[in-house]
């Protein structure tokens, strides 16, 4: 629990916020950078679906039947905010390898900062899976709230959030909108600056992961 956001888990492992440290420096290169966030997904995946229900299922071992625990259900849609949130979703369906994978395609206007949707897919049977919507990046909270109310329209009803860094702010303003969300976090940073960019933070998440700057 983040201060009195009874929603926000701030993930505390040693091994998250090394890989965060190694990511907001200005000299990792693409490459890295890209490997260090599908990293983190991953670690933050593990706690993230803790709760996912078990069901015991027979299973003949080399010695003898027996009943062990797998994962019930429709199971996990993971949902990616394009562009950056795609960076984070190899280190999911690696953990997860059925899962299946939407997309909400929103960019924040370099002005305003207000989110433009401009391309969206969910899977099937939304409301009977368990929704993980994946961006690094929270800043003003605005995309996340603009890709919440897309997919809970959609028949999402079970959601959590997997960021890499977030501001203060837009973790209020998200824990507003949608109160129902948990939102997993590797670190939240100080808060954000006069082009509501996250400080310290990392820079743009997108252009580092695609090199496009
Ligand atoms: C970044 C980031 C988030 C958003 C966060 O995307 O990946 O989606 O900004 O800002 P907010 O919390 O203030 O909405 P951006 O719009 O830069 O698009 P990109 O991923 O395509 O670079
Ligand atoms: N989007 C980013 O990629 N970085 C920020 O700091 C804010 C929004």
Redesign the pocket.
């Known amino acids: 629990m983040y201060k009195d956001f009874e929603n926000v888990y701030e993930i505390t492992h040693p091994l998250i916020k090394h890989k965060i440290s190694i990511l907001r420096n200005v000299d990792t290169g693409t490459n890295e950078f890209r490997k260090l966030v599908e990293e983190v997904a991953m670690l933050e995946a593990y706690e993230a679906f803790r709760d996912l229900p078990l069901k015991n299922v027979e299973v003949q071992t080399p010695i003898e039947k027996c009943y062990s625990p797998m994962i019930e259900g429709k199971k996990v849609a993971i949902v990616p905010?394009?562009?950056?949130?795609l960076g984070m979703v190899n280190g999911i369906t690696a953990l997860i390898p059925t899962a299946k994978v939407g997309h909400v395609g929103?960019?924040?206007d370099p002005v305003t900062?207000e989110?433009h949707e401009y391309y969206c897919k969910l899977p099937e049977s939304l409301d009977e899976r368990l929704v993980a919507v994946l961006?690094?990046?929270?800043?003003?909270?605005?995309?996340?709230v603009a890709a919440l109310d897309y997919i809970k329209k959609n028949g999402g009803k079970h959601i959590k959030i997997l960021s890499v860094l977030a501001a203060p702010e837009?973790l209020e303003n998200i824990s507003k909108a949608h109160p129902d969300v948990e939102i997993y976090v590797g670190t939240i940073d100080r808060g954000l600056n006069e082009n509501?960019y996250i400080v310290p933070g990392l820079g743009?998440?997108?252009?580092r992961i695609f090199g496009t700057k």
Do not use: E, Q
């Open positions: 905010i394009l562009r950056a949130g929103l960019y924040r900062h989110p961006d690094p990046m929270i800043a003003t909270g605005g995309s996340l837009g509501a743009d998440a997108g252009d």
